[in-house]
């Protein structure tokens, strides 16, 4: 049986410039890396100066800070912004799965479709696509239901439809529904082919393929894109202040236009939209950890399986 002693006298012994087959590592010591301790100080120091300027800096003005942090006005509008990100996000999270699979799909003028779509709405700013529907009056004055090219059974004015919060809704889940589709679109190929190989040998239909099989794995790739991708949609929120939506931004502004204190209630949404993405990347890592789960125990295990001492018995 080779032992650890049997390998350090082997390779010891062994010729001036040849590879040893194993390293024990069972005395292995952490290497001296001063560059990383200089690169700590250097963070350090800038870390202590900005919290210097942020306490000294009278022009902060923090006593106004936390008079309007929590004010009726301020929280009214980060309840809007909440709901307008969420709402934005569950529509753009429906219509990229379908365009996601149009564009898998066997079917050329689908797969077009779904790339056009993909290309229009991911080429064109959000905030002209905004300022664009807020506007859809201009072009179409009134909207209905009914049969094309036949009667309408129901007509309102585009004005009475396409409300502000409706605009900003629509603006952002059309634009986020064109990230989203590459996003589901990557999920859905990185699982490999063998997967579906081996479900189909197991007798498994399509459609147990893809429910039991491919989605599960899709949904572990796709979490922190989509996370990444909800963040977005918060900050991209801020934009429907353009159009006269009462969101965080658009509260702290009708403020400072009547205080003129500026910098402080621009702080005022600072703090708030940090606190929403950090609750939201810690609800995040959670559900990572919780998909994550199966994948990570095979990951140890192959670790372990590479190890020196595994290859020492």
């Known amino acids: 049986m080779t032992t650890p002693q049997s390998v350090e006298k082997a390779v010891e012994g062994a010729p001036v410039g040849?590879?040893?087959?194993?390293?024990?590592?069972?005395?292995a010591r952490r290497r001296h890396r001063p560059g990383h301790w200089v690169l700590g100080a250097v963070i350090f120091g800038a870390a202590a100066w900005i919290a210097h300027f942020a306490i000294t800096n009278e022009n902060l003005e923090?006593?106004?800070?936390?008079?309007?942090?929590?004010?009726?006005?301020?929280?009214?509008?980060?309840?809007?912004?909440?709901?307008?990100?969420?709402?934005?996000?569950?529509?753009?999270m429906a219509i990229g799965t379908v365009m996601a699979l149009l564009r898998l799909s066997a079917f050329a003028p689908a797969r077009w479709t779904a790339?056009?779509?993909v290309t229009l709405f991911r080429s064109v700013p959000v905030l002209?696509?905004?300022?664009?529907w807020f506007?859809?009056?201009?072009?179409?004055?009134?909207?209905?239901?009914?049969?094309?090219?036949?009667?309408?059974?129901?007509?309102?004015?585009?004005?009475?439809v396409i409300t502000p919060?409706?605009?900003?809704?629509?603006?952002?889940?059309?634009?986020?529904?064109?990230?989203?589709?590459?996003?589901?679109?990557?999920?859905?190929?990185?699982?490999?082919v063998g997967q579906r190989d081996a479900a189909r040998a197991l007798g498994y239909t399509p459609a147990q393929t893809f429910l039991r099989v491919v989605l599960p794995q899709a949904v572990r790739v796709s979490i922190p894109p989509t996370g990444s991708q909800f963040i977005i949609a918060i900050h991209g929120s801020s934009l429907v202040s353009v159009i006269a939506v009462s969101d965080l931004l658009f509260s702290v502004q009708n403020i400072y236009e009547r205080t003129y204190q500026i910098v402080p209630l621009l702080l005022v949404a600072v703090i708030?939209?940090?606190v929403v993405v950090l609750v939201l990347t810690f609800f995040q890592q959670r559900l990572e950890r919780r998909f994550s789960r199966g994948h990570l125990r095979d990951a140890v295990a192959r670790t372990k399986s590479r190890r020196p001492e595994a290859a020492l018995r």
């Open 18 to 27: 040849s590879a040893p087959e194993h390293v024990d590592v069972e005395h």
């Open 62 to 92: 923090w006593p106004v800070v936390g008079q309007y942090l929590f004010s009726a006005q301020v929280l009214q509008g980060l309840l809007t912004t909440l709901v307008v990100s969420v709402v934005t996000q569950l529509i753009g």
């Open 115 to 117: 790339t056009a779509y």
């Open 128 to 132: 002209l696509q905004l300022v664009f």
């Open 135 to 160: 506007n859809l009056a201009y072009l179409v004055p009134t909207m209905g239901i009914g049969i094309p090219l036949g009667p309408t059974f129901f007509s309102a004015s585009t004005n009475d």
């Open 165 to 192: 919060p409706a605009a900003a809704v629509l603006g952002l889940s059309l634009a986020h529904g064109a990230y989203m589709t590459e996003i589901v679109r990557g999920s859905l190929t990185s699982v490999g």
């Open 272 to 274: 708030w939209y940090l």
